[in-house]
């Protein structure tokens, strides 16, 4: 999980590694996921999500396909 | 709370308040506990990946979005310098905290350096981008190469 100045960076970058291009990301969209996933993570009741509820979280922030589907055996 | 959230909570203290995670010994110090029982609460908020565990099996390597080791994704918070695991967690940190930051980064490919302000409203506009390799439903399969 590694950040890019730019989707050239992101594909020479896979490009030589010989790695598939994922989904790209934004930072307005990366906070999103952040403040999501860890807003409550210090928390003394905090407990960890259940596969279904991560689902909908990530359907609910745009997070969408087989790549950030946490069930998905799609992908190697 | 029962122990096991009582030693996470100290872990996380520790982790906000000295910027590392804690040994066994100073959390069964901090919670006038039997090292044993710390340990086996590190174990189990290990097995239910709360914490990853070096392979000593009591060091931390990760306690989300906290790095118990220096990384190339760094946090500054009120001039509190944290590591990150990686990219998301570099912007968890900020969001875990619910305090404004400064995450400090490299482009993978070219290695520019990423200076990114971070306000309790999200970062500041920029055209950087995350990439993961790694499809969700296998993150876990190896978190730290995640």
Known sequence: MLFFRSEEAVRQWCGDGGHPVRP???????WTLAEAWYSKRLDPDYRR???????????????LGEFWDPTSKALG | MDFEASVKQAIY???????????????????????????????SLASQRVLVLQEDGESIRMAL?????P?????EVE???YFANCAWDALGIPAALHKPGVVTSRCEQSH???RLEV????PEPSPWLFHCLVPAAKWWDDVVFT
Not at chain 1, 57 to 62: D, F, K, P, T, V
Not at chain 2, 119 to 122: F, R, Y
């Open chain 1, 24 to 30: 790209l990301v934004g930072m307005e969209q990366l």
């Open chain 1, 49 to 63: 999500p259940k596969p279904a509820e991560v689902i909908e979280m990530l359907h609910r922030l745009g997070f």
């Open chain 2, 13 to 43: 203290h520790s982790f906000v308040h000295n910027s590392r995670g804690p040994s066994v010994d100073e959390v069964a110090g901090r919670l006038e506990a039997d090292r044993e029982a710390v340990a086996e609460a590190y174990r």
């Open chain 2, 65 to 69: 979005p906290f790095s118990g080791i």
């Open chain 2, 71 to 75: 990384t190339q994704h760094q946090v």
């Open chain 2, 79 to 81: 001039g509190r310098r």
């Open chain 2, 112 to 114: 520019e350096p990423l």
């Open chain 2, 119 to 122: 306000s309790l409203e999200g």
